[in-house]
């Protein structure tokens, strides 16, 4: 007997299937896979235990009766200081250029230049600054912000700037609010 010249769909179907490889047990490239990763997940649950992505939460300072942290208190009262209008315009340059550590580096001759004042200007602006810890000289043609002005209150790299820094060169720079007087105490 002859064999017939066609097969049937479900023989060509086996013949054509391509075999799959299976699935991955162990990570790959040092990756866990969804399974695993399900699994582990599951049993940290089981346990009790709970996940979260968030990062700690960190307490804030309290300041009077209002919830407030330091770099808060800092700009709320800002007017208090009677900062000049360069001293302002020097602390908001200092502010958009510093680096990790919270130094600028910038000369009172380049700040003149840019901008358009005497070099005698910038020098009292620099120093009434000074004055109330913004910011001080650590050497020639290099300032430090002060890092609770500087950095939010609270963030890594306050944290880590204030730990540099050390107890004594805060307390030797504290900035403190200076109160207002009534117009009647005058």
Known sequence: MA?????SGE???EAVRPTLAPPPVHA??????ARQLLKSLEKIARKGGTFSTDPEVRPYAFYGSKHLSSSQVLQENLWK??????????????????????????????????????QSK?????AQLSKHNFAWKERRGEYRLHPLYTYRWGSRKQHRLLNTLGATTLAAHEIIVPSVRSEATR
């Open 3 to 7: 064999q017939p010249l066609r097969r």
């Open 11 to 13: 023989a060509f179907a």
């Open 28 to 33: 790959v490239n040092g990756m866990e896979t």
């Open 81 to 118: 200081f009677g900062l000049s209008q360069m001293s302002r315009n020097i602390l908001d340059h200092m502010s958009a250029n510093h680096d990790g550590q919270a130094l600028v580096q910038m000369t009172q001759s380049s700040l003149a230049a840019k901008f358009g004042c005497s």
């Open 122 to 126: 910038v020098s009292r602006a620099i």
